[in-house]
């Protein structure tokens, strides 16, 4: 079992950073790769980043340039760098993790096994 909790969350303006953080505990080799989604209220919940133990990353289309995805030197720990944030990502932000990743299906979250509870990101114009 893997337990996730996020966190860094909160309210910034247009244009501004949040750091999201994501720490896992309990059977880390089950962590080996870890995504970020987010879930607005009345949309599909969708595949932000995601990378893998390798450092190897993948991101969605419209936050490549402005989110960073990293793990933490001991590789239990997920973060995501939000810049030139938008009010259309104001959402709720889930980590997820799996004990391998896919390439082709690193967006998708029936892919992954474990789930952090959520952190609100609200982004005002």
């Known amino acids: 079992q893997v337990q996730l909790v996020e966190s860094g969350g909160g309210s910034v303006q247009a244009g501004g950073s949040l750091r999201l953080s994501c720490a896992a505990s309990?059977?880390?080799?089950?962590?080996?790769?870890m995504g970020w989604f987010r879930q607005a209220p009345g949309k599909e919940r969708e595949g932000v980043a995601a990378?893998?133990?390798?450092?190897?990353?993948s991101y969605a289309d419209s936050v490549k340039g402005r989110f960073t995805v990293s793990k933490g030197n001991a590789k239990n720990t997920l973060y995501l760098q939000m810049n030139s944030l938008r009010p259309e990502e104001t959402a709720t932000y889930y980590c997820?993790?799996?004990?391998?990743?896919?390439?082709?299906?690193?967006?998708?979250?029936?892919?992954?096994?474990?789930w952090g509870q959520g952190t609100q990101v609200t982004v005002s114009s």
């Open positions: 309990g059977d880390t080799a089950s962590t080996y790769c």
């Open positions: 997820a993790a799996r004990g391998y990743c896919s390439r082709s299906s690193w967006a998708r979250s029936d892919w992954y096994k474990y």
């Open positions: 990378i893998d133990n390798n450092g190897r990353t």
